[in-house]
């Protein structure tokens, strides 16, 4: 069956979080962050390739499976589920180094959920930000949603440095880390610290995250717009779509596939 292009669909390998008092979570993507966009990408005529950083099945945060993501409709969550348990593109993930192999030319676009995962592998991830630094280069749509929008820490020449400063504390180092990053100046959005606040207050019994992800990226040089605590917020700058927190899933479909639509009508038009 013939498609519109391919969609690399990224998720993490992580599926614990270490805290900032050492105790650890366990964590995985929002099923609404990956179902919602997923299904609207597919549903638009392209073929979905989900990839992770070691090929194997990321894993969903047990938090995000649940209807109230869903416009308090079980039938929803329901689909949700069935998209990534049966949809042929979410099963047998491959690795982010094995598509760079085969050639990022077949790829029109990237896609990369939230959850806590990005924070741990995604964003110091070489493989992806080899992915990144290609998107950028050529100017093909990438969107990340949530906590997903860390991950474009990855492109920078030296991402783990970057996360290791952050984790430490460490600002100036930070900022020295992310000389050279590709999205310096985009304006981006990304999970807010007043949201982090209310999960580390209600799902993390007061446990506090090693570093806030809004931060990090002021840090890194990027202009973060974020609106109130889970109200839903997209932000568009040139091909970086970013969402702030899970009710913005649907926000960010409804611009990424029209991204995606526009690219091919150029590439096509060249």
């Known amino acids: 069956m013939s ?25 995985g993507y929002y099923l609404n962050e990956l179902a919602i966009p997923g299904q609207a990408i597919a549903a638009a005529g392209y073929e979905i390739v989900l990839v992770t950083p070691k090929g194997d ?32 593109g979410m099963q047998n993930p491959r690795s982010i180094r094995s598509v760079i192999d085969e050639g990022l030319g077949n790829y029109v676009g990237v896609f990369l959920p939230g959850g806590h995962p990005p924070m741990i592998d995604l964003m110091q991830d070489s493989d992806l930000g080899e992915v990144l630094r290609y998107f950028h280069s050529n100017s093909k ?6 906590h997903g929008p860390i991950a474009v820490t990855a492109a920078m020449p030296k991402a783990k440095e970057f996360r290791r400063a952050m984790v430490d504390g460490n600002l100036q180092a930070a900022k ?95």
């Not at 391919?6 to 650890?24: H, N, P, Q, W």
């Not at 689909?79 to 348990?85: C, S, T, Y």
């Not at 749509?141 to 949530?146: F, K, Q, V």
């Not at 700058?237 to 649907?250: A, W, Y």
């Open 141 to 146: 749509p990438t969107a990340l949603l949530c």
């Open 57 to 88: 099945q990321p894993v969903v945060d047990q938090h995000s499976v649940a209807a109230s993501h869903f416009g308090g409709s079980e039938q929803e969550l329901q689909k949700a589920l069935d998209f990534v348990a049966n949809y042929p």
């Open 176 to 270: 020295a880390a992310a000389e050279g990053w590709q999205y310096a100046g985009y304006r981006m959005t990304i999970f807010s610290d007043d949201e982090e606040h209310w999960v580390e207050e209600n799902m993390m019994n007061g446990s506090k995250v090693p570093f806030y992800v809004a931060n990090a990226l002021k840090i890194a040089g990027g202009s973060v717009e974020t609106k109130g605590v889970f109200q839903t917020n997209v932000v568009e700058d040139r091909e970086l779509i970013t969402g702030q927190n899970p009710p913005s899933d649907h926000a960010i479909a409804d611009l990424f596939v029209p991204a995606l639509d526009r690219y091919q009508v150029t590439v096509s038009a060249i």
């Open 3 to 27: 498609t519109k292009g391919k969609v690399l669909i990224v998720g993490s390998s992580a599926d614990t979080f270490e805290l900032a008092d050492g105790r650890r979570e366990p964590a």
